[in-house]
């Protein structure tokens, strides 16, 4: 059961692979030389390890542990200095007044009154990224008489 359903790049998948194999061989490794010399002997196998061959192959088993605990660590640290960079993309950009916004993209008074109406409109760009021209593709409705009521005095005087 994968608990991350994200995606992750081919070269990523690859990479981390690699490094899973070679985690596993290093242990297998580990575990065979340490343990090998106490079954393979000519008297059959002996439980009496001398306490400095122990501790020997415990001081590696520390050693491997604590690189893994540094690389473990500084990827941790690595992924939470880059998450923050997605966390500041993330956010809602600052609200703009009226005033920038026609200056940004050189909007005059009139453009921006119609900009501001509902409906469809053309909007045309200058050279420089400006708008220069807005028009409308619709005709507008008088305010004081719903559309539908037009429809509706109709139906009634049939």
Do not use: C
Not at 40 to 55: C, K, S, W, Y
Not at 78 to 93: C, E, I, N, T, V
Not at 126 to 154: K, M, Y
Request: zero cysteines; hydrophobic letters at 45%.
């Amino acid at each position: 059961m994968k608990i991350i359903r994200t995606r992750q790049r081919p070269l990523l998948v690859l990479v981390d692979a690699a490094f899973t194999v070679l985690a596993w061989i290093g242990l297998v490794y580990l575990l065979a030389r340490g343990l090998w010399p106490l079954i393979d002997t000519h008297d059959g196998p002996r439980i009496e390890v001398g306490v400095l061959e122990a501790l020997g192959t415990l001081q590696i088993y520390l050693w491997v542990a604590l690189l893994n605990a540094a690389v473990l660590i500084l990827w941790a640290r690595y992924q939470q200095r880059k998450s923050k960079g997605f966390a500041r993309r993330r956010l809602p950009s600052p609200a703009v007044d009226d005033r920038r916004l026609s200056e940004s993209f050189k909007l005059s008074a009139a453009n921006f009154a119609r900009m501001r109406q509902p409906g469809t409109m053309t909007v045309h760009n200058d050279e420089e990224g400006g708008i220069s021209l807005v028009t409308t593709g619709f005709f507008r409705l008088n305010a004081e008489r719903p559309p539908h009521a037009s429809l509706l005095a109709d139906s009634v005087e049939r």
